[in-house]
């Protein structure tokens, strides 16, 4: 069987882009994810199943047993089908050559960083450059390969990333901008004039992966730099976090607070006052206000986060 436009997907944000191709562009013929058992080996933030896009849209999904797609089950699949065009979203795996050479016009994903590509390259770069405090963020729709991120780009765009934004924010602004670009490729197919451009003047550098024990909060670093990780691994990340004894305080919500009162008689990570259930905590250059938290044990004046 023939399939002309394939999205590659395993998150909240696949669905999105499924729903706005399916119902603005072009059929989706096929949607590739993975089985909910596989998520038990690989942490997926923000995974939803992708099933039930057959009974909403008529769509045929076919669940992988291997993230990276090289279970028997799809290598077979994609013997006996033939397919056009791939689009990724919210896909975390390299694909391997024997997926990607199925493909007539190949699969093109996204990808991003203040500068451009080779440059950026690697894991949650998104995140990361929340955390680095970034304020732009160059997307790339890319035609993949064998490697990771190469800078094989058909079309970009930029959007800033304001002091306001945290990831959830920021993925707003990214889904804007990759629907205008998956808007430009599917135009391109359409027409047989997909040109891409390999050409860069840029050097590599590489975004390291990201685990949820990299949410932890040192409360000796400045007020900015603790309030860009809360912003970058906001839900559906695990989050930031701090210890309270034995006991973890997951930090979904914070902002810089004060930086002139002076709270020299308080520790680094000590709880200052709370008012209407959120924590003023002092930080080595001022203070932050916690907006909002869990902890399985009530929080008090004079606690210090470690």
Known sequence: MKYKVVVFGVKDTSENIVSFIQEQICPVDLVITISPEVTKKNQVSGYKGLSFLTEKYGIPVHEADSYFLTDEKTQKFMRENEFDIGISMGWQRLMP????????????????????????????????SIILGDTRFNLNLFQYDEK???????????????????????????????????????????????????ASKDFDSWYDKRTAADGRIDFHARTREIYNLVRGVAAPFPGAYAMLGEEKVTVWEAHPFDEMIDFSAYAPG?????????????????????????????????????
Request: hydrophobic content about 40%; overall charge neutral.
């Open 97 to 128: 050559k024997s997926v990607l050479d199925c493909f007539k016009y190949g699969v093109f994903g996204f990808h991003g960083n203040c500068g451009y590509l080779p440059f950026g390259r690697g894991r949650s770069p998104l995140n990361w």
């Open 148 to 198: 990771a991120d190469s800078p094989n780009v058909f079309a970009t765009e930029m959007f800033s990333i304001t002091p306001h934004d945290d990831i959830r924010t920021a993925q707003y602004k990214n889904m804007i901008c990759s629907k205008n670009l998956i808007r430009r490729l599917l135009k391109a197919y359409e027409e047989d004039r997909i040109e891409i451009r390999t």
């Open 270 to 306: 000590e709880v200052i006052d709370i008012f209407d259930g959120k924590l003023v905590v002092r930080t080595v250059d001022g203070s932050l206000l916690i907006d909002r938290y869990e902890c399985p044990i009530q929080v008090t004046v004079g606690d210090v986060l470690a």
